[in-house]
Nanobody, 121 residues
Framework: QVQLVESGGGLVQPGGSLRLSCAASGSIFRLNALGWYRQAPGKQREMVATFTSTGNGNYAGSVKGRFTISRDNAKNTIYLEMNSLKPEDTAVYYC???????????????WGRGTQVTVSS
């Protein structure tokens, strides 16, 4: 059974920073299969950051240059470092496991419960 537990959300002023964590357990296969999504009120869930096949970050255009995805293999954890935060970054941020990113096409897709990020003065 896969479990994804996000943490690190909160209220931050515009221009501030936050670091989100996603602790993964179970049959995740590789941390490169994990990624971050977000959903703002009234909007569809969107990809924020994932890993490429070479382990580099792949980012939505709206966060490129401000957000950084990283991983700690020893802790089975991925992170999302968010800098220069804007009010439009306000959303629930979800950790996602999709093994299609690592070439496996018959596994379920998993989601964490999410962590709220609010950017406001």
């Amino acid at each position: 059974q896969v479990q994804l537990v996000e943490s690190g959300g909160g209220l931050v002023q515009p221009g501030g920073s936050l670091r989100l964590s996603c602790a993964a357990s179970g049959s995740i296969f590789r941390l490169n299969a994990l990624g971050w999504y977000r959903q703002a009120p009234g909007k569809q869930r969107e990809m924020v950051a994932t890993f490429t096949s070479t382990g580099n970050g792949n980012y939505a255009g709206s966060v490129k240059g401000r957000f950084t995805i990283s991983r700690d293999n020893a802790k089975n954890t991925i992170y999302l470092e968010m800098n220069s935060l804007k009010p439009e970054d306000t959303a629930v941020y979800y950790c996602n496991l999709d093994t299609r990113r690592i070439g496996r096409f018959h596994d379920p897709i998993y989601w964490g419960r999410g962590t709220q990020v609010t950017v406001s003065s």
